[in-house]
């Protein structure tokens, strides 16, 4: 089973960026299969936020269009959500997950077997 380990979280300024980083531990799922981004406010459920597929194509969130970006690296065998432009409602607990095999990124838990525990990312003056 795949293991995912997230870090890169931490309390920014509202505008500010951050870089979150997800290690994978098996380098086909990394390469072939689908891997996303998740988040989860206080009080409410975990949303899709960015995903890529094995072809490098790319989905997000309406909330993060132009403000996210989501890539990875095969020599550090790590995935990647640069975020910038930060704002107050962007606070949350981000996971890291993926799945071997799939047709399309997706955005829906459902889709992802395979979860990290999470790093916390907290925008606020």
């Known amino acids: 089973e795949v293991q995912l380990v997230e870090s890169g979280g931490g309390l920014v300024q509202p505008g500010g960026s951050l870089r979150l980083s997800c290690s994978v531990s098996?380098?086909?799922?990394?390469?072939?299969?689908?891997l996303g981004w998740f988040r989860q406010a206080p009080g409410k459920g975990r949303e899709g936020v960015a995903a890529?597929?094995?072809?490098?194509?790319?989905t997000y969130a309406d909330s993060v269009k132009g403000r996210f970006t989501i890539s990875r690296t095969y020599a550090m065998s790590t995935l990647y959500l640069k975020m910038t432009n930060l704002e107050p409602e962007d606070t949350g607990m981000y996971f890291c997950?993926?799945?071997?095999?799939?047709?399309?990124?997706?955005?829906?838990?459902?889709?992802?077997?395979?979860w990290g525990q999470g790093t916390q990312v907290t925008v606020s003056s």
């Open positions: 997950a993926a799945v071997a095999d799939c047709s399309t990124p997706s955005l829906l838990m459902a889709d992802y077997p395979s």
């Open positions: 890529m597929d094995g072809s490098s194509r790319t």
């Open positions: 098996i380098y086909r799922v990394l390469s072939d299969g689908c």
